[in-house]
């Protein structure tokens, strides 16, 4: 199984800075499988990034994502104070799919 | 707009079997580009993935290997729906349990429509 590792755990940063998560995977990712998800206090986790880049429906532009084989970041450019939440990646390009154990964001 | 509602048993007794049901609105359980995926999220495992049916020509199912010897996932098609069943269940299997749509080929579009997630508790 691929393990997928993220950095840091936790964070605190203020409205207008920019928050850079980092997510490292024990084997390469096939063709960028990668994807980003942001989950708020009981809702279901919500699809930021897939394929490593693209930005989900609806996503607003300072959300983005990099990287590839075995290293991906997400970045959010500009915090606003509803981006406190927990930041999972995924893989779903091998299985079992996995995911990353979380960076939560709190925003001061 | 496409949404899935979920519904099931919260409670369980050790070693039944915990069952879910996922309606689809918007899509369709047979599309050709999507493939319908459970997960469960728990403390202590945090978001795991349990497995996914789709269509392509014929059904597929893919389990993960925790769960295989126990997991069925079923497409109804007349009521445009997937089923999860968990046997013989432990306390261990007590999480969130979410379905979720992933769309284009391999799912390379990620999971981009959750359900609002069934609370299960194993406990006599």
């Known amino acids: 199984d691929i393990v997928l590792t993220q950095s840091p755990g936790s964070l605190s940063l203020s409205p207008g800075e920019r928050a850079t998560l980092s997510c490292r995977a024990s084997?390469?990712?096939?063709?960028?499988?990668l994807a980003w998800y942001q989950q708020k206090p009981g809702q279901a986790p919500r699809l930021l990034i897939f394929g490593a880049s693209g930005r989900a429906t609806g996503i607003p532009d300072r959300f983005s994502g990099s990287g590839s084989g075995t290293d991906f970041t997400l970045t959010i450019s500009r915090l606003e104070p509803e981006d406190s939440a927990v930041y999972y990646c995924?893989?779903?390009?091998?299985?079992?799919?996995?995911f990353g154990p979380g960076t939560k964001v709190d925003i001061k | 707009q496409v949404q899935l509602q979920q519904s099931g048993s919260g409670l369980v007794k050790p070693s039944q079997t915990l069952s879910l049901t996922c309606a689809i609105s918007g899509d369709s359980v047979a599309s050709n580009s999507a493939a319908w995926n459970w997960i469960r999220q728990s403390p202590s495992r945090g978001l795991e993935w349990l497995g996914r049916t789709y269509y392509r020509s014929k059904w597929y199912n893919e389990y993960a290997v925790s769960v295989k010897s126990r997991i069925t996932s079923n497409p109804d098609t007349s009521k445009n729906q997937v089923s999860l069943q968990l046997n013989s269940v432990t306390p261990e299997d007590t999480a969130v349990y979410y379905c979720?749509?992933?769309?284009?080929?391999?799912?390379?579009?990620?999971?981009?429509?959750w359900g609002q997630g069934t609370t299960v508790t194993v406990s006599s």
């Open positions: 084997q390469s990712v096939t063709s960028s499988y």
């Open positions: 995924q893989q779903h390009g091998n299985l079992p799919f996995t």
């Open positions: 979720a749509r992933a769309k284009g080929a391999g799912g390379y579009y990620g999971m981009d429509v």
